[in-house]
């Protein structure tokens, strides 16, 4: 079993829609999550970061954390094209490291 | 500086050569941190340096890597006699530990490492 699993999709979104990604983990003593967002050809770069149960919004952006259930979902409202992308979730446990799941790959569809 | 800077963005290399890359992270980050992602991949650890301790070297993947930070600050990962299977973006980054907790990581642009 992998620490932190991903649905590498492609999920498919038509614009305007709510794109929602999901993302569970083993390690039940992680602190830190992390969603990252990658295009194509670039660097992640972080879009949300969520520390306890429950919700966070930031913009467009909500993210979901259930320490309980070890998942963490990234909701995208008022999806864009430019949100194409493939969204990484980072979770760390012990120490400083971040164990990242594969990736899931959306595409927001005019 | 403002961003993780990498140095080269790119570099081909012939099968058994080493290399070096380099990092630089952004100032007063202390911790430094090297992943490497393949096509269509995920990112994979491989170490990763905070402040003065002892690197965390449990992701290289053969005694061929080696990485080293220099006064806390630029880092430089080694690939000696380099394989096909070497060929990957080899990400650096770094972060800031607070008094409160812990920020995400910044990450540099990359290099792209091909080996023919």
């Known amino acids: 079993q992998k620490e932190v699993e991903q649905n590498s999709g492609p999920l498919s979104v038509p614009e305007g829609a709510i794109a929602s990604l999901n993302c569970t983990y083993s390690?039940?003593?992680?602190?830190?999550f992390f969603w990252y967002r990658q295009y194509s050809g670039k660097s992640p770069e972080l879009i949300m970061s969520?520390?306890?149960?429950g919700d966070k919004e930031d913009g467009r952006f909500t993210a979901q954390l259930n320490k309980a259930s070890q998942y963490v979902s990234l909701l995208i409202r008022d999806s864009q094209p430019s949100d194409s992308a493939t969204y990484l979730c980072?979770?760390?446990?012990?120490?400083?490291?971040?164990?990242f799941g594969g990736g899931t790959r959306v595409l927001v569809k005019p | 500086g403002a961003g993780v800077s990498q140095s080269p963005s790119n570099k081909v290399t012939e099968k058994g050569k080493d290399v070096e890359l380099r990092c630089d992270p952004i100032?007063?980050?202390?911790?430094l941190y090297w992943y490497r992602q393949s096509l269509g991949q995920g990112l994979e650890f491989l170490i990763y340096?905070?402040?003065?301790?002892?690197?965390?070297k449990s992701g290289l993947p053969s005694d061929r890597f080696s990485a080293e930070r220099t006064g806390g600050s630029v880092s430089t990962l080694t690939i000696q006699r380099t394989q096909q299977e070497d060929s990957a973006v080899y990400l650096c980054?770094?972060?800031?530990?607070?008094?409160?907790?812990?920020?995400?990581?910044?990450f540099g642009s990359g290099t792209r490492l091909t080996v023919v």
């Open positions: 980054a770094s972060s800031e530990q607070t008094g409160t907790g812990y920020t995400g990581y910044t």
């Open positions: 390690d039940r003593v992680s602190q830190s």
């Open positions: 969520i520390y306890s149960n």
């Open positions: 980072a979770v760390k446990a012990a120490g400083n490291k971040l164990t």
């Open positions: 100032s007063g980050h202390t911790a």
């Open positions: 340096f905070q402040g003065n301790s002892a690197p965390d």
